[in-house]
T-cell receptor, first 117, second 110 residues
Framework: EAGVAQSPRYKIIEKRQSVAFWCNPI?????LYWYQQILGQGPKLLIQ????????DSQLPKDRFSAERLKGVDSTLKIQPAKLEDSAVYLC???????????????FGEGSWLTVV | SQQGEEDPQALSIQEGENATMNCSYK?????LQWYRQNSGRGLVHLIL?????REKHSGRLRVTLDTSKKSSSLLITASRAADTASYFC??????????FGQGTELSVKP
């Protein structure tokens, strides 16, 4: 079974530029997550999709971050304009069931490493 | 804010020794999960323990859960250099969001 695919793996941009990350979840997984992980910290959930609908985006900085999951499969996370503090790893993950009390396993991609200079 | 806190933040041991990492949380849980993250990689699910379980084993991993103290521990026995990684506990909050702690950075020296 193929895992969660993410691209690009690494990106360096200047502040105020824009960047987009792509994620392809495990086939058949209805739930897709984007996490932000700053160096030395645990991952923080940015947005959670159930099929192509947003379940939770309460911690997504909506003035500069946007995400979409058209057709309920692939997803794109965009940052525009980027700030220095956006330097982090952006992790995409997916699960077959909606997260919560089911305790289902969430599968993570390798992450997209962003450096804003 | 993060709902799980691990300690220690960093742990350095020799190969063959046991490594114990602890996780504390603030609100009631249905289950608690442990993940491993190798440097530069994504997170890998290790083990899930439900609130009605006190101990769970998986290979060299042993997880305990004490709901009265709102704490869990991950024990890695007979550690290997390949166990060098960051370990995170995670729990679902009331809104169904999986919240991670800050992690414990484990270094196993050969």
């Amino acid at each position: 079974e193929a895992g969660v695919a993410q691209s690009p793996r690494y990106k360096i941009i200047e502040k105020r530029q824009s960047v987009a990350f792509w994620c392809n979840p495990i086939s058949g997984h209805a739930t897709l997550y984007w996490y932000q992980q700053i160096l030395g910290q645990g991952p923080k959930l940015l947005i959670q999709f159930q099929n192509n609908g947003v379940v939770d985006d309460s911690q997504l900085p909506k003035d500069r971050f946007s995400a979409e999951r058209l057709k309920g499969v692939d997803s794109t996370l965009k940052i525009q304009p980027a700030k220095l503090e956006d330097s982090a790893v952006y992790l995409c993950a997916s699960s077959s069931l909606r997260g919560g009390f089911s305790g289902n396993t969430i599968y993570f991609g390798e992450g997209s490493w962003l450096t804003v200079v | 804010s993060q709902q799980g806190e691990e300690d220690p933040q960093a742990l350095s041991i020799q190969e063959g020794e046991n490594a114990t990492m602890n996780c504390s949380y603030k609100t009631s849980i249905n289950n608690l999960q442990w993940y491993r993250q190798n440097s530069g990689r994504g997170l890998v699910h290790l083990i899930l323990i439900r609130s009605n379980e006190r101990e769970k084993h998986s290979g060299r991993l042993r997880v305990t859960l004490d709901t009265s103290k709102k704490s869990s521990s991950l024990l890695i026995t007979a550690s290997r250099a390949a166990d060098t990684a960051s370990y995170f506990c995670a729990r679902y909050n009331q809104g169904g969001k999986l919240i991670f702690g800050q992690g414990t950075e484990l270094s196993v020296k050969p």
